[in-house]
């Protein structure tokens, strides 16, 4: 799903695999947090039960990194054709370190955003966040109030469908 990953500049002429998208880090039975397959999947699938909930945080962090990857590109690249003038050897490692720091640079992040949303969303609650996104608190330090959405109502309907009166507060 393109809204749950991030575009991350990657030149066809570097001359090695970023750690994190390479295959000696894991693989589709090994878990790994240096790998980014892991990673995106494993915010992914937390995200997927709440989707209309959390895409609006998981945009927020998509957009901010794509958008400091674009806002550099033209900088990168005319360094890398002045490097390629002098020594293409010179531009290709150029471009290799940059692809590798960016790749490194969106793994690091999308951690960061699964720890977020994992203390944001917990236990079916949303905790109020601040603009500089940090977790609103009260004057004493606790955690400020939480909004409780409950389920979906087209959840309710079917669990009623299903149990009957069972549940039924008489």
Request: glycine residues 4%; charged residues 20%.
């Amino acid at each position: 799903d393109a809204n749950l990953t991030v575009f991350t500049p990657v030149y066809c002429c570097t001359n090695s695999v970023p750690m994190c998208y390479s295959n000696k880090t894991a693989d589709g039975v090994t878990f790994s947090w240096d790998s980014s397959f892991w990673v995106f999947n494993w915010v992914a699938n937390m995200t997927y039960m709440r989707y209309s909930q959390m895409i609006g945080d998981v945009r927020t962090w998509q957009n901010r990194l794509e958008n400091s990857f674009l806002k550099s590109q033209s900088d990168i690249e005319r360094r890398a054709t002045e490097l390629f003038n002098q020594n293409p050897d010179e531009a290709r490692n150029y471009l290799t370190n940059y692809t590798i720091a960016c790749a490194q640079q969106t793994i690091g992040e999308w951690r960061k955003l699964g720890e977020f949303l994992i203390v944001r969303y917990n236990d079916m609650v949303i905790k109020q966040v601040n603009p500089d996104g940090s977790f609103k608190r009260t004057p004493e330090g606790q955690c400020a109030p939480v909004t409780r959405p409950g389920y979906p109502d087209e959840f309710n309907r079917r669990v009623v469908a299903e149990t009957g009166e069972r549940y039924l507060i008489k």
